[in-house]
């Protein structure tokens, strides 16, 4: 069992910046991939951002936020960060952490085995 909780969500300008973190707790050294996802009222979830837990940081980046948010990992922490610069209110959405087991590919939006409860992010313009 892998346990996710997200922190750092808020109401911020057009413009601003929120950091969210995931902290991992449980069986940690199972854990291939985290990636950062979002769902926003009305549609799909959809994937942000995603990273390899340990070894070579590999990244990915949809193309909506590149450029403008940046993942990155403490292991020491066991947490993964999404630094979320330049936002938009398009990008109001309740945002996920997700922790995959498997070794599948950064921009595959399946194959996540736990999720932790989102946190909200409100950007106003």
């Known amino acids: 069992q892998v346990q996710l909780v997200e922190s750092g969500g808020g109401l911020v300008q057009a413009g601003g910046s929120l950091r969210l973190s995931c902290a991992a707790s449980g069986r940690t050294f199972n854990v291939y991939t985290m990636g950062w996802f979002r769902q926003a009222p009305g549609k799909e979830r959809e994937i942000v951002a995603a990273?390899?837990?340990?070894?070579?940081?590999?990244?990915y980046y949809t193309d909506f936020v590149k450029g403008r948010f940046t993942i990155s990992r403490d292991n020491a922490k066991n947490t993964v960060y999404l630094q979320m610069n330049s936002l938009k209110p398009e990008d109001t959405a309740v945002y996920f952490c997700?922790?995959?087991?498997?070794?599948?590919?950064?921009?595959?939006?399946?194959?996540?085995?736990?999720w932790g409860q989102g946190t909200q992010v409100t950007v106003s313009s």
């Open positions: 997700a922790a995959a087991l498997r070794l599948t590919p950064l921009s595959a939006t399946s194959g996540y085995d736990y």
């Open positions: 990273a390899r837990w340990s070894g070579l940081f590999n990244t």
